[in-house]
């Protein structure tokens, strides 16, 4: 599998395909997308405003695409549409190690097992393909459904990142889970499907 031009890589335009959903590099015309989302309640709640309105969108981009430390991708449903990003950051090359950021924006495709997808399949790229041998990411303690999404993944809780005692700081308690490319492995999932890609992709 081949990543296309912007912040997830270089070469042609393929897809990553899983079994409902399918990954492709972020595009510039997708921010519009992107920003329609920055006022929904769930996305503000647990992902924070991310700066994502068109213009701190564009900023964001940018810095992705010239970061090699980054792979960016929208998430495509069944029909080519982008539902949601999922990102891998600060990967760490030299102790094969990154930090695993994921948004369903589109609320009516949440809670139907695409992110879930989605998830799996970045992660099985990410260990056959890109070799790092572990992904971790931080999650607030109540997002229960980003929680379930995770451990089905192979993720297992590590311990809470602690705000500290500053009221009124806007900053909470984050719970920090991990899988590693061994457990991953083990836990027996399957390779993306080829028949996942969208239609007329």
């Given amino acids: 599998m081949t990543l296309g031009d912007g912040p997830g890589g270089k070469g042609g335009a393929g897809l ?4 409902r959903v399918a990954l492709r590099p972020l595009r510039r015309e997708d921010l519009e997308v992107l920003a329609g989302w920055a006022s929904d309640d769930g996305v503000a709640r647990f992902m924070g405003a991310r700066g994502r309105d068109r213009a701190g969108l564009e900023e964001w981009y940018l810095q992705r ?21 999922i ?46 041998r572990e992904v971790y990411l ?15 993944c192979g993720f297992r809780k590590r311990g809470f990142l602690r705000a500290g005692k500053r009221k ?9 889970m991990s899988v590693t490319r061994g457990r991953f492995l083990r836990l027996g999932r399957r390779a993306p499907a080829k028949d996942a890609r969208p239609r007329g992709a």
């Avoid at 990553?16 to 079994?19: A, P």
């Avoid at 990154?98 to 099985?124: F, K, N, P, S, Y």
């Avoid at 931080?138 to 089905?152: D, F, G, L, S, T």
């Fill in 16 to 19: 990553l395909c899983g079994e």
């Fill in 138 to 152: 931080r999650v607030h303690p109540e997002n229960a459904a980003a929680i379930r999404c995770y451990e089905k």
């Fill in 168 to 176: 009124g700081s806007g900053v909470d308690d984050l719970l920090l």
């Fill in 87 to 132: 990102e891998l950051e600060q990967i760490d090359w030299r102790n094969g190690r990154g930090e695993l950021r994921v948004c369903i924006g589109e609320a009516a495709r949440r809670h139907c097992g695409l992110g879930t997808d989605a998830v799996r399949t970045l992660l099985q790229h990410t260990f056959a393909s890109l070799g790092l």
């Fill in 65 to 85: 695409a010239g970061d090699p430390r980054c792979r960016v991708m929208a998430i495509l449903d069944g029909n080519g549409a982008v539902i949601g990003d």
